[in-house]
């Protein structure tokens, strides 16, 4: 069934990932434990970036906590590519995740006609309700 061949898919990516994880994993703590190489710091994020990420490699790992240590520091690219790293794998662990790099690439979706309505009406609320600075403003 189609619900089992995505298991097996979702099974495979994680074997596959799930290695690689670790071992960035291991060099960044590594890179924290000490006087850390920005440059090396960077490719290793950039790294993680680049796997397809899952709950279960999350929970796994924990690289979460990881990256997180480089959010604070003295490299802004650093800290910046950590938040966005975090901010992505939240999403994954909230499952609203965005599509993997090789899934990214391919067609856009079309959206259902229920989803594209309810789109369309929540622009259209946004049209009709003021928003509260223009309440503020024309209070007297």
């Not at 994680?14 to 690689?20: K, Q, R, V, Y």
């Amino acid at each position: 069934t189609a619900a089992t061949a995505a298991t097996a898919a979702t099974a495979a990516t994680m074997a596959s990932a799930l290695p690689e994880v670790q071992d960035l994993q291991a060099k960044l703590e590594k890179q924290d434990a000490g006087e850390p190489d920005g440059e090396l710091v960077r490719d290793l994020l950039a790294g993680l970036d680049g796997v397809a990420m899952t709950l279960d490699i999350l929970r796994k790992t924990k690289i979460g906590k990881t990256v997180a240590k480089f959010k604070k520091g003295g490299d802004a690219a650093i800290a910046a590519t950590a938040k966005q790293l975090i901010k992505k794998w939240k999403a994954v662990a909230e499952g609203r995740a965005a599509p993997s790099p090789a899934a990214a690439a391919g067609p856009k979706a079309t959206p259902s006609p229920a989803a594209a309505a309810a789109d369309e009406s929540k622009a259209e609320l946004k049209k009709s309700t003021p928003s509260a600075a223009a309440a503020v403003a024309a209070a007297p």
